[in-house]
């Protein structure tokens, strides 16, 4: 299941998608009637707290083991890091401490920390667009073929509505659901 050359930050983000995933889950079945919808509520409710125990401790590891984020990912210019911020991140995947890394490049290890942590917030939310975006978990094949129309290549409602032959409330209607699914603005 994982290579190698899994990190930190991919098993984070692994188990972060699961988490969604549950709430998810969690969220569609929450008011419904059915007895076995409960029943799987709960037990999510129970995976809920497991996975983000989970995520927390993963965090960790980020933070304070090394080795927590390919060298690839550092220097990808998609995740817009400074770069100060790779400097640091490079610095301290050679297993330097912060104190280590600090004294290299002549800072405070305070300081080289919170640039540590923003970077890997800042990278670790952009990783997590990338996979709600790309993935677009949780979308039927009609509701990828809108996205892609509208959000990729820039289509308007009419538009869509003409080319797959349907309302354009009809469109209106399924880019509402991808709004909830996916939490991206229409407009």
């Not at 983000?13 to 509520?41: G, P």
């Not at 400097?87 to 920390?113: C, G, M, W």
């Not at 996205?147 to 509505?161: E, G, M, R």
């Not at 209607?173 to 991808?178: E, M």
Request: aromatic share 8%; charged share 35%.
């Amino acid at each position: 299941m994982y290579e190698d050359k899994a990190t930190w930050t991919d098993l984070t983000m692994e188990y972060k998608d699961s988490l969604d995933k549950i709430k998810e889950v969690k969220t569609r079945r929450k008011h419904s009637k059915n007895h076995t919808d409960a029943v799987d509520c709960e037990i999510a409710g129970s995976m809920e707290s497991d996975l983000t125990q989970t995520v927390r401790e993963l965090r960790k590891k980020v933070l304070y083991e090394y080795n927590t984020i390919t060298e690839e990912d550092i220097i990808n210019p998609k995740y817009s890091l400074t770069e100060r911020q790779k400097e640091i991140l490079l610095l301290r995947q050679q297993h330097n401490s912060y104190t280590k890394v600090a004294n290299i490049i002549n800072s405070d290890p305070r300081i080289v920390f919170k640039i540590y942590n923003r970077a890997i917030d800042k990278l670790l939310k952009k990783k997590e667009q990338e996979n709600s975006l790309d993935g677009l978990t949780g979308l039927s094949k009609r509701q990828e073929e809108i996205y892609d129309l509208y959000f990729n290549k820039h289509f308007k409602p009419k538009q869509i509505a003409n080319r797959l032959g349907v309302s354009v409330n009809t469109v209106k209607g399924y880019l509402q659901r991808i709004k909830q699914k996916t939490g991206v603005k229409i407009g």
